[in-house]
T-cell receptor, first 111, second 112 residues
């Protein structure tokens, strides 16, 4: 089955810096890759997703890139703000199979 | 629009007591339904998922069970809680594998 690895487990940046979180997946047939943000004590919420027919997708300060050959995808946050502090989860799925999540990255943005 | 309701928000139960957590989805038909557990500071562990009424797949052997008595209702149960059952329980729904998961607000369970 699918296996998703996520790095780093913790990431500390200064406000205004960029943050990059990387994930690799094992199933070359996976075709859907969402990212979730979970604030402390809250539910995970979808922030951006990408499908395998697209290499990059942007939404304001957030972007996701996908390299199907290398089987990895990354989340890029530019101009980070303290409210970006949260745990971020990547995930992957194939067709109608269930999503497999990474282990999460705790992002800390210091003012 | 679709909404997901999960209750209760918090629950404190003694070891050995039963458990019933309920989740309902509105605004969609035949959703895929999921139960996840998240231990403190940890990742999302899939416990059960269901693609239809009465169809339950278990991901992790444990003393929990799930049922789907109606199309948009998903219930997580236990006959006797263990200390290790403490955690943040999240219900979620989707329309299929290549579509987003939408999570409920979660139930924080503390077993004492």
């Amino acid at each position: 089955g699918e296996n998703v690895e996520q790095h780093p487990s913790t990431l500390s940046v200064q406000e205004g810096d960029s943050a990059v979180i990387k994930c690799t997946y094992s199933d070359s047939a996976s075709n859907y890759f969402p990212w979730y943000k979970q604030e402390l004590g809250k539910r995970p919420q979808l922030i951006i997703d990408i499908r395998s027919n697209v290499g990059e997708k942007k939404d304001q300060r957030i972007a996701v890139t996908l390299n199907k050959t290398a089987k990895h995808f990354s989340l890029h946050i530019t101009e980070t703000q303290p409210e970006d502090s949260a745990v971020y989860f990547c995930a992957a799925s194939r067709g109608f199979q269930k999503l497999v999540f990474g282990t999460g990255t705790r992002l800390l943005v210091s003012p | 629009s679709q909404t997901i309701h999960q209750w209760p928000a918090t629950l404190v139960q003694p070891v050995g007591s039963p458990l019933s957590l309920e989740c309902t989805v509105e605004g969609t038909s035949n959703p895929n339904l999921y139960w996840y557990r998240q231990a403190a500071g940890r990742g999302l562990q899939l416990l059960f998922y269901s693609v239809g009424i009465g169809q339950i797949s278990s991901e992790v052997p444990q003393n929990l069970s799930a049922s789907r008595p109606q199309d948009r209702q998903f219930i997580l149960s236990s006959k006797k809680l263990l200390l290790s059952d403490s955690g943040f329980y999240l219900c979620a729904w989707s329309t299929g594998g290549d579509s987003p998961l939408h999570f409920g607000n979660g139930t924080r369970l503390t077993v004492t």
